[in-house]
């Protein structure tokens, strides 16, 4: 999948959480500069609850589950959501330096696109606005399943 076709993903994902970045296809295209492309396999983990990371994935390709560990339960166990294509994640990741909250893992073959800190910063210097349009699209994300895991009374250190 190439970054076009991610790109409309993100656009037309119809979910509650979903990236909401009010971006023209010109401005995506200087965005997806800044993006890494990986492929994942199925039973990976694409990020690991407690690591230090500051980067956010849009998921281009695939199922992820999200779940926090527990001593002596099996991975889904403790299942908060299930991303499909056009999803983000590890948003919390740009707002800060602290431990990944929870873990995610590929339950299918996927391709994610990163945004790692640092070149979201370097985009910031050059172009400002797409920069806080991201932020301010990847804190509303935040927001909404802070708020849904509140409401679950998942606990979200």
Request: hydrophobic share 45%; with cysteine; aromatic share 6%.
């Amino acid at each position: 999948m190439e970054f076009p076709e991610v790109v409309q993903a993100v656009q037309t994902l119809n979910a509650e959480d979903a990236f909401r970045a009010r971006l023209t296809l010109d401005q995506w295209r200087s965005v997806g500069t800044y993006l890494s492309r990986h492929d994942i396999r199925a039973g990976d983990l694409l990020i690991k609850q407690g690591d230090m990371d500051r980067t956010m994935y849009i998921l281009g390709q695939g199922t992820l589950q999200v779940f926090v560990s527990a001593s002596a339960t099996p991975a889904g166990a403790n299942r908060i959501a299930i991303l499909r294509t056009g999803s983000v994640v590890g948003e919390p990741g740009l707002f800060g330096d602290g431990p990944r909250s929870a873990n995610v893992e590929a339950m299918t073959p996927c391709t994610v696109w990163a945004l790692r800190g640092p070149r979201l910063e370097e985009l910031g210097a050059r172009s400002p606005a797409l920069a806080l349009e991201l932020l301010r699209a990847a804190g509303g994300v935040m927001a909404i399943r802070m708020r849904a895991n509140m409401t679950r009374q998942i606990p979200f250190s």
